[in-house]
Structure formats: structure tokens, C-alpha cells
């Protein structure tokens, strides 16, 4: 098959990473793969790494979004692809019309929209994808919440990662040697994000537990350079006198993750709306039970599987969650053991490339959604 898959997005996250983690599987299988991105972005020199052809387009703006309609509807003429997939939810209307341009009699070719984030927002001519993909559970019900008569063409396909060693013995012991936080010991807690993601209700939690564990460490990962989103943040922990329990790392590179999650003795989100989490399944990968609240994507791995807890309620109900497990040593071990078995069975890269290439060749075979 010939597959195009279009990011035109400007940032770079799990979203991308998991696209990359595809195309790579792809590829090894045997299939043709490129890909449309935003000119100037990350996106371009990562994608081309690949050794794929990659398009970039023009920023958005009218005029740019006239030439990004003109570029796709000479590349879907020229190449036609047996599956093209969109992969943000603003470029469905910019690929509907030139796919609608290109093709007005129809194509052989296949349309897929695929949601990587919640939205309950109407998307305009999402009826002329022939498939629509959801990263979640979580995902597929906002969506259809502004688009249900999209409900027959919805499909439910999950992320993967790859799959290391697992976990050294060593791992399950509290007062092991750390990695990364070489100079914090029992316990830590790890959350990582973008500084959008409800983090001051992990600080209010943060509060209360710490009349338990004066020294715990919360170690916020992510970008914290932006003022505007982390400000209320450093706020919230500066109120509740927390600033020598709270680290923040910044940006980390990928392949320091499994180390930050060697270190973490739970791996927490607070964030309510997440469309899955990459990054859940790379602490899961790490033998690092995951806690999270009663929604989000996330909920998906978690539910049915002991690995983890899920909390409803708010901080005090959270608070109250990680105090527990923070105290049985055996119980943290025993759901960081299952976390191996689940990975494998489940969220391996291949068999989330089993998934998604199962999925493309039924759809170009003729299925619809």
C-alpha cells in the first residue's frame, strides 16, 4: 500500500512520536509511506530521518492555506495514495477539499480522519472520510458528542511503544540508586506534560501528603519556559510551601524517560481530558505504577488491568490514593510486575502496528470506518 500520513502541525509530542513509531513498522512491512508537514517545524527534519518523502507546506493564513489546498491536490494526483490519513484535527478541512478537488468522481484511495486529542467541536466535512480513527475510548465519545451520525465510521485503535528490557530487580526496591534525581531519595512521584494539564490540582494533593512524607519529591516533566502556563503553577506550589519538594526538569529527550521512570515510585497525571498518554505506557514500561483520575484517555489502559489505580474525587481523594501505595512496597511491586505482561499482550509496537495495518487494508479492501 501507499500510505500518506499529514501532520501539519507546529509542535512535536506523543501525537508525532507515535507517527513516527507507525511509519517506522510500516515500512519494515513492506509499504510505501510519506508524509505532509508544516514548513519549519520539527516535524520536517524527524520525518525525513525516515528516509520517506515528506512535504512540507506553507504556514497557515489564507494565502497559505490556498497554496497548502494546491500542493495537496498535485500530490494526491500525482502519487495516488491507497490511504491517506489526517492526523490533526485542523487539517480535515484543508485535505477535504483538495481530496474533494482532486478526485470529484471519487478515488480508489481511502480517507482517514484520525483524533489524537478530545474534541466535541462539529468537524466540517468529516463525512467524506471513508474511516475514522480514535487514539481512545475517551476520545471517541467527545468527539461524537458534536458528531454522532460519524458513529458507524469510528474505529478505536491504541498506541504502542517499544519495548526494552524489563525492569531490573533492583527497580522494586525504595532506597535504590536514582538514575536521574541522583540527589532525592523516598519517595518520588513523577508527572509528566505540558504545564496545561491540571498540574495544580497534583500540587493541592501534593499538600496533603506531604504531612506523611516530608521529603517526598514531586518531579514535574515538561516545558516550563512558558510563563503564562507555568506561573500559576509555581504559584500554586509557592502557597503551599512546597518549593523544596517540587523539582521541575524541563524538556527531556525520549531516550531519558525509561530513566526518569527507574527513578519514580508512582507515575501520576491529574490531567482530566488526556486522549491516551504515551507516556503512561513508558512508566508502565519501567515497572512504575500509573495513578490517574476517572477520565482521559489514560483510563483505557488502567481499567480491567491491575497495574495501577484510578481515583474519582479530587486532591484529597488522589492524596489519599498515593499514601496508600506509597506504604505497601509489595503492592507497588506486585502492579509494577503486571505492567510487563500487559505492555507485551497489548501495547507492544508491533502489535499496535498490527492493529493500524489490519486496519488500513480492510478499509482499502473495501470496508468502510
Known amino acids: 500500500m501507499k500510505i500518506l500520513l499529514i501532520n501539519n502541525d507546529k509542535g512535536w509530542s506523543g501525537g508525532q512520536e507515535h507517527l513516527m513509531d507507525l511509519s517506522s513498522e510500516l515500512i519494515r512491512r513492506g509499504e510505501q509511506v510519506q508524509f505532509v508537514v508544516r514548513e519549519g517545524t520539527r516535524s520536517l527534519p524527524r520525518f525525513s530521518s525516515l528516509g520517506v518523502p515528506v512535504t512540507a507546506l506553507p504556514r497557515h493564513g489564507v494565502a497559505g492555506d490556498i497554496k497548502a489546498v494546491l500542493a495537496l491536490v498535485k500530490l494526491f494526483r500525482r502519487e495516488r495514495f491507497d490511504i491517506v490519513s489526517i492526523n490533526r484535527e485542523h487539517d480535515l478541512l484543508l485535505t477535504a477539499i483538495a481530496w474533494k478537488i482532486a478526485f470529484p468522481f471519487g478515488s480508489s484511495g481511502r480517507l482517514i480522519m484520525s483524533y489524537h486529542t478530545s474534541t466535541s467541536r462539529w468537524q466540517p466535512l468529516l463525512g467524506l472520510a471513508d474511516g475514522i480513527l480514535c487514539i481512545s475510548e475517551h476520545v471517541k465519545s467527545m468527539l461524537l458528542k458534536g458528531n454522532c451520525r460519524a458513529a458507524p465510521k469510528v474505529t478505536v485503535l491504541h498506541y504502542g511503544i517499544r519495548l526494552g528490557l524489563p525492569p531490573a530487580p533492583e527497580r522494586f526496591c525504595d532506597e535504590r540508586p536514582r538514575r536521574f534525581f541522583r540527589d532525592r531519595g523516598f519517595p518520588i512521584i513523577t508527572m509528566v506534560g505540558e504545564f496545561w494539564k491540571n498540574q495544580q490540582e497534583l500540587v493541592d494533593a501534593l499538600a496533603i501528603l506531604k504531612a506523611g512524607f516530608p521529603s517526598i519529591t514531586l518531579a514535574l516533566v515538561g516545558d516550563n519556559s512558558d510563563p503564562w502556563l507555568a506561573g500559576p503553577v509555581i504559584a500554586r506550589i509557592s502557597e ?130
Open 240 to 369: 503551599n510551601g512546597l518549593t523544596d519538594n517540587v523539582v521541575f526538569t524541563g524538556r527531556i529527550p525520549r531516550e531519558q524517560i525509561p530513566d526518569i521512570f527507574h527513578d519514580s515510585d508512582l507515575a501520576v497525571t491529574t490531567h482530566r481530558n488526556e486522549g491516551f498518554g504515551i507516556v503512561h505506557l513508558e512508566a508502565l514500561a519501567a515497572g512504575t505504577p500509573v495513578v490517574c483520575y476517572d477520565s482521559g484517555g489514560m483510563v483505557d489502559i488502567l481499567k480491567g488491568e491491575d497495574v495501577g489505580r484510578i481515583v474519582s474525587g479530587g486532591p484529597e481523594q488522589f492524596s489519599e490514593m498515593l499514601d496508600s501505595l506509597l506504604n505497601d512496597p509489595a503492592e507497588r511491586r506486585r502492579l509494577g510486575e503486571n505492567a510487563r505482561e500487559l505492555l507485551e499482550r497489548r501495547y507492544s509496537i508491533g502489535a499496535m502496528a498490527d492493529r493500524y495495518h489490519g486496519y488500513y487494508r480492510s478499509l482499502f479492501s473495501g470496508g468502510k470506518g
